[in-house]
């Protein structure tokens, strides 16, 4: 239940700031298979690819430009349901 994209499709990798959101990590990127932002929270660094659970994968938004108007907070707040998502899944 992993997929593998480039490590160059990161845009960032970060960790949830808001105390309510439990101190997440995650990071976002461009999918290959068709260009969206999406946020993951369950994922492995493998050299020059990234190893993604399926089950905490969380779409953004449709573009880059989208994404660069998006509040922290909504990062955040997907960032923290894609944790809720596999923890459920």
Not at 37 to 53: A, F, P, Q, W
Not at 63 to 85: F, N, P, Q, R, V
């Amino acid at each position: 239940m992993y997929i593998e994209i480039p490590v160059g499709n990161i845009i960032t990798e970060s960790i949830t700031t808001d105390p309510r959101l439990c101190d997440h990590k995650y990071i976002i990127y461009i999918d290959p298979n068709d260009s969206k932002i999406r946020v993951n929270t369950y994922y492995e660094m493998k050299g020059n690819k990234v190893s993604l659970c399926i089950l905490y994968i969380r779409k953004l938004c449709y573009t880059l430009e989208e994404y660069k108007h998006l509040s922290i907070e909504h990062i955040e707040g997907e960032a923290y349901g894609s944790w809720m998502d596999g923890a459920r899944g």
